[in-house]
């Protein structure tokens, strides 16, 4: 199978789509959401995230401290009216490009 | 009406002898999950997981299907519910202030590399490493993975932060 046309970012605002997560939640959904083809990694996802929060696509809220993370909170993220238009725009560019344009 | 979903509308949560039959087949479906699933779950989260499992079970004889009327029903009954949960938090505060020595030893490494970090960065990533950490547990090959985790999570907090540093001097995106 080739590479996938989606790029981080995208795939981090459509698992958004579904209501609000935090990273590993995230991380997991882009994986369950794609069946394993797209796997996303420390290394990617939290940088573009803050990115995207930076970039006005999301906000961030810190949940309660957690015993299993040392006590420390988890960082949620939600798309903001912008990322949600982002978002379906991404959708549509995507679906656009795989569906067969109809002749006349 | 269902005699079942006229007796458990959310309504009358309230009457203490619906209260406590609700929360005994609760806590008794809440038995049947894995232990460490309880075990990581938040009693928030625990209770909801109950509720949600309680209802699909009787999905056939209850009015609630969907998570609005979750949360009403768990808004309803959510201390009366918490009561009955208090010993699988117990549960987890216990597990989580006594972890193997695997988990242990990442802790230790990971907070001892938290005073280089941002405060955000070490906050989100180490927490979530940590929290994935907690889950390999009981594992096979726990061990491995834990290592492994912990050697990719000090890896990329390096380059994560560096990034940043980068960007925010660069002015520029991190890419």
């Not at chain 2, 988990?103 to 955000?120: G, P």
């Amino acid at each position: 199978m080739g590479e996938l046309p989606i790029n981080t970012k995208a795939a981090l605002l459509q698992a958004l789509i579904q209501g609000e997560g935090y990273g590993l939640q995230l991380i997991e959904r882009v994986k369950e959401r794609t069946k394993g083809k797209l796997v996303l990694h420390q290394g990617t996802a939290y940088p573009a995230l803050r990115e995207l929060e930076r970039d006005g696509l999301l906000k961030s809220r810190e949940g309660d401290p957690l015993p299993e993370r040392g006590g420390r909170p988890r960082v949620y993220y939600k798309l903001t009216a912008s990322g949600q238009r982002a978002a379906l725009e991404d959708s549509r560019i995507v679906m656009g490009l795989f569906t067969t344009p109809v002749t006349t | 009406v269902s005699r079942w979903s006229k007796k458990y509308h959310p309504k009358l949560i309230l009457d203490p002898r619906v209260m406590a039959e609700i929360n005994a087949e609760v806590e008794k479906e809440w038995n049947r999950l894995p232990k460490e699933e309880r075990v990581r779950l938040t009693v928030e989260e625990q209770t909801r997981s109950a509720v949600w499992l309680h209802s699909l079970d009787e999905q056939k004889l209850r009015s609630i299907r969907n998570e609005a009327e979750v949360d009403k029903l768990v808004e309803t009954a959510r201390t009366v519910i918490q009561a009955h949960f208090a010993r699988d938090s117990e549960l987890a505060g216990t597990r989580a202030t006594k972890p193997t020595s695997a988990v242990a030893h990442a802790e230790s490494i990971l907070t001892w590399f938290e005073a280089i970090f941002s405060k955000r960065v070490r906050g989100e990533e180490i927490g979530d490493a940590l929290e994935l950490i907690h889950r390999f547990e009981g594992r096979r090959l726990a061990r491995a993975l834990i290592c492994t985790k912990v050697v990719t999570t000090v890896f990329w907090l390096i380059i994560n932060s560096i990034r940043e540093c980068a960007s925010s001097l660069l002015g520029k995106k991190a890419e």
